[in-house]
């Protein structure tokens, strides 16, 4: 088993860490060539503007959509969310629109308003410590969305989406790699051997 982590910015090494721990080969992704030599794919957290960018300059955006819908596992970890999206509430950017979603970036507020939670996880006994560091959530979800975990919004205390699960797609708005949290790159792996 080869998983990749998008290598164009953002915190990709730490995914890498987080396969190895796991005993998994992890290999960074730049080109159409790389991509097609690994079995499952991890966009990380980073600036999703500047992910989106440089996977349009990299020739990247079609050749992940159709290795996604031929059904090869796919993680987002905050910009990595953000990235995998259908829109945002904010302004266009370059996004792969595989994930039946609208985001809201940014949506905890500045880099000062960044928090520590522990969430209970859908399926899991055990809650997950979230790390959120200039977070998104999710402000729609598709019908074919399943919700894995949500956060309260402080503004109106309505529950905002921050995991999910759509087919063969995950995403999360925080930082599980930052902190050891590995269930999500289990959760991967295992599609990825189910598969």
Known sequence: MKVGALALQGDFR????????????????RTPEELAAVDALIIPGGESTTIGKLADLYGLIDPIRRRVA????ILGTCAGMIFLASGT????QPQLAVLDVVVERNAFGRQVESFEADLAIAGRDEPVHAVFIRAPW????GAAVEVLASVVDPANGEDRPVVVRQGNIL???FHP???????????????????
């Open 14 to 29: 730490e995914h890498l860490a987080m396969l190895a721990s796991l005993g998994v080969q992890g290999v960074e992704v």
């Open 177 to 195: 790699e930052l902190i050891g949290e590995t269930w999500i790159h289990e959760l991967l792996v295992e599609a990825v051997a189910a598969g």
């Open 171 to 173: 995403a999360t708005s």
């Open 138 to 141: 999710i402000h729609k979800t």
């Open 70 to 73: 031929e059904g090869m596992p």
């Open 89 to 92: 509430t904010g302004p266009d």
